[in-house]
């Protein structure tokens, strides 16, 4: 069983860690706008989107590094098993006005978005929440 497991792990290990490479956290953040699209025939490509732009403690526009990426988008027809809860994640962060922590894809953009990989509130007291 010991042989198996080392196996498996040195097989891993080999594996292109690539796919995580796209991936840009940013912390420390509050909801500024929030927008749910639904059909846009001059911009079909954003059709049933939640858009999401971020700014910082001081009210300035956060792009999270990414120069002209303004928003942060999730797809509900690609993602909707978890469309909901993102987009109720971003309403009850934007009302209470909690920081938040985000993580998006840089290599996915449309327009001036990129495509939103997680949403996490933060605690004003213990840092962020973590999932067990």
């Known amino acids: 069983m010991k042989k198996l497991f080392l196996l498996l792990l040195s097989i891993t290990s080999l594996l292109p860690m690539t ?5 840009v956290e940013c912390a420390n953040a509050y909801i500024d706008t929030i927008a749910i699209e639904a059909d846009r025939p001059d911009k079909a ?10 700014k910082d ?7 999270c590094g990414m120069g002209t990426g303004r928003y942060a988008y999730l797809e509900a027809t690609k993602h909707p ?8 994640i971003a309403f009850m962060a934007k009302a209470n006005n909690l920081p938040v922590r985000y993580f998006i894809l840089s290599d996915r953009q449309k327009f001036s978005a990129r495509e939103l990989s997680v949403i996490q509130l933060q605690s004003s007291i213990s840092g962020f929440y973590e999932l067990k």
């Open 57 to 63: 403690a001081n009210g300035n526009l956060l792009t």
């Open 45 to 54: 490509s954003l059709s049933k989107t939640l858009l999401i732009s971020f």
């Open 81 to 88: 098993e978890v469309f909901n809860a993102m987009m109720s």
């Open 19 to 23: 796919a995580y490479a796209s991936v």
